[in-house]
């Protein structure tokens, strides 16, 4: 099992535009167009797929929130900010 990061590890490894809310970290990607959003939450998905861990991915108009947290481990691992990471890398 991973362990759970305490909190500051956490706040200095969140990665850029996260931010932290409880037992989660939480981002909102901006778009110019509904479909980009929609391409990007599929991406999203297919880098969560492969790293074996699946975040809370809602679309909105222009919007795609992510939320991540490790849910075995009862918190915010490195899988999380790892994955937030890669998020970020893929937006850029």
């Given amino acids: 099992m991973t362990d759970v ?5 956490i706040d200095e490894r969140l990665p850029a ?3 932290r809310d409880g037992d989660e970290i939480v981002r909102t990607f901006e778009f110019d167009a509904y479909l980009d959003g929609v391409g990007f ?6 880098l969560a797929q492969e ?3 699946h975040p809370e991915l809602t ?3 222009r919007e795609v929130e992510i939320r991540l947290t490790t849910h075995d481990a009862g918190g915010i691992t490195d899988a999380d900010l790892d994955l937030a ?8």
């Fill in 5 to 9: 990061l305490d909190d500051a590890e």
């Fill in 51 to 53: 790293a074996f861990h």
């Fill in 41 to 46: 939450a599929a991406a999203a998905g297919g």
């Fill in 59 to 61: 679309i909105g108009w």
């Fill in 85 to 92: 990471a890669r998020f970020n890398d893929l937006r850029e």
């Fill in 17 to 19: 535009g996260w931010e």
